[in-house]
């Protein structure tokens, strides 16, 4: 593809969002530039490949757009331009099936980010994409020039658009430390503070926080499954949801919790503390399981009963003997009741370094529809760093996709508009 003279796209961070960016830009026909401050793009995208790589979801479109809690509107627009649909289309271009999971997660149909990354790079390198690595960002210089330090060294680049594609916060060690809010924040940029989402939480037993030491050292690390966690939200209302978490040193995290971790990070905020009631044995009639542990135990120890009358045992059984008091544990009725409705509180998220994806970052009322900021012509944003969030299930890659999709096709318009503009007089 020619390249037009002085037609030039810059996208700041390889990840997705970034590398969809510069795929579009560069089929409008701009020269692209990609600069990433890893020795390699998209190191997120391949730990994503460590779960099985849930790229998007067969949700209805609808339905899809629903899982972008406060944020329908704007995501209608950008899903309107690429779904998961296109979203999986693109994959087979890439040679890479996906297929829908159980739970109507789409994945790659070798469960592996890998293969599909090295293909696109491939592709990207094919069509023209020059790829500048170990290139961290600074900010612009006086004369809006791109400012990038490689080792010790700083240079320069020119560009006739730019595309920030930086990602947000968690897993720091990947590459996005979410360090561009103080460049833009110097720009007056509109920004939500960067929050933890899709997180755990650290837990409080009355006024001591986090689990007895016995109960961390013997159980962090083991999932709490199949598990009901009941939840009342103001936004939401009653909440109930069956599936699994898991025990960590200081509290719990996993899908379960994941799944309602915006909720509860915002009652936090708010409340200083959110309670979840978690019932144990799901399925199982609270009466019936009642009148089964309340069967004379004879010889058997209370963790024998508790197993063969109501199938509670492992960490299940430690978390009643953690919650419950010594007289309660005395109780069968009480033990019953705290089966199917345990109170378990959490006071805290974790920090956003250990969070799967991050919630807050520039606002869309800083962006045009493009994703230009509207401070900075001339400059789109894309992916996680922009104030959104959704839960896993493939719709945190989709957004990150379509906005990439967006903002390189706005950059590759903006800078073709400028090249076909009058000189100033
Ligand atoms: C363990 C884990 C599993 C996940 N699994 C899934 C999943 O299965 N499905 C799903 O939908 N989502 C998943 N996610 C979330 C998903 O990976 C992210 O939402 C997505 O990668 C964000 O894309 P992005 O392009 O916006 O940012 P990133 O992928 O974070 O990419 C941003 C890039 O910018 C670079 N960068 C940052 N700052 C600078 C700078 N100053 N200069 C130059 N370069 C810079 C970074 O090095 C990085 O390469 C997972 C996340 C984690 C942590």
Not at 49 to 75: C, I, P, Q
Not at 364 to 375: E, R
């Amino acid at each position: 593809m020619p390249f037009e003279k002085g037609r030039r796209v810059a996208i700041v961070g390889g990840g997705p969002a970034g590398l969809m960016a510069a795929e579009t830009a560069r089929a409008a026909g701009a020269a692209v530039d990609v600069y990433e401050r890893m020795g390699s793009v998209g190191r997120k995208f391949l730990i994503a490949g460590k779960g099985g790589l849930n790229l998007t979801h067969s949700d209805l479109f609808d339905r899809f757009v629903a899982r972008y809690r406060g944020r329908e509107r704007e995501m209608r627009a950008w899903l309107q331009r690429f779904d998961a649909d296109a979203l999986r289309a693109w994959a087979r271009g890439l040679g890479v099936e996906t297929f829908v999971g159980t739970s109507g997660r789409v994945f790659p149909s070798d469960l592996k980010a890998a293969p599909l990354l090295r293909g696109w790079v491939r592709r990207l390198r094919a069509n023209g994409v020059n790829f500048h690595v170990h290139q961290r960002w600074l900010g612009w210089n006086d004369d809006g020039e791109l400012r990038f330090a490689h080792g010790d060294d700083e240079h320069v680049a020119r560009a006739d658009a730019t595309v920030l594609a930086l990602g947000g916060g968690s897993w720091p060690v990947l590459g996005s430390d979410g360090s561009w809010t103080r460049i833009l924040e110097s720009r007056a940029v509109d920004l939500a503070p960067l929050q933890p989402a899709n997180c755990g939480f650290d837990i409080a037993r009355g006024a001591v926080e986090g689990w007895s030491e016995f109960f961390a050292n013997k159980y962090a690390g083991q999932p709490i499954k199949p598990v009901v966690v009941a939840w009342r939200d103001e936004s939401c209302g009653d909440v109930r949801r069956q599936g699994e978490f898991v025990v960590t040193a200081h509290g719990v995290e996993g899908s379960l919790i994941y799944a309602l971790s915006a909720e509860l990070r915002d009652a936090i905020a708010t409340q200083r503390r959110a309670t979840i009631h978690l019932d144990l044995a799901p399925g199982r009639d609270a009466e019936r399981l009642a009148r089964d542990i309340a069967q004379p135990r004879g010889k058997r120890t209370l963790s024998e009963h508790l197993r063969r009358h109501a199938g509670i045992d492992g960490v299940k059984a430690g978390l009643l003997y953690e919650l419950l008091t010594k007289d309660e544990m005395q109780n069968p009725e009480r033990i019953a009741q705290a089966i199917k409705v345990l109170p378990l509180t959490l006071i805290r998220a974790r920090p956003i370094d250990e969070a799967i994806s991050t919630a807050g970052g520039v606002r869309f009322t800083a962006l045009d529809d493009s994703l230009m900021l509207t401070k900075l012509p001339g400059v789109f944003c894309a992916g996680e760093m922009i104030d959104w969030e959704a839960p896993t299930g493939g719709y945190l890659l989709t957004a990150c996709f379509a906005s990439g999709k967006i903002a390189g096709q706005g950059a590759a318009e903006w800078a073709s508009r400028l090249l076909s503009a009058p000189p100033a007089s």
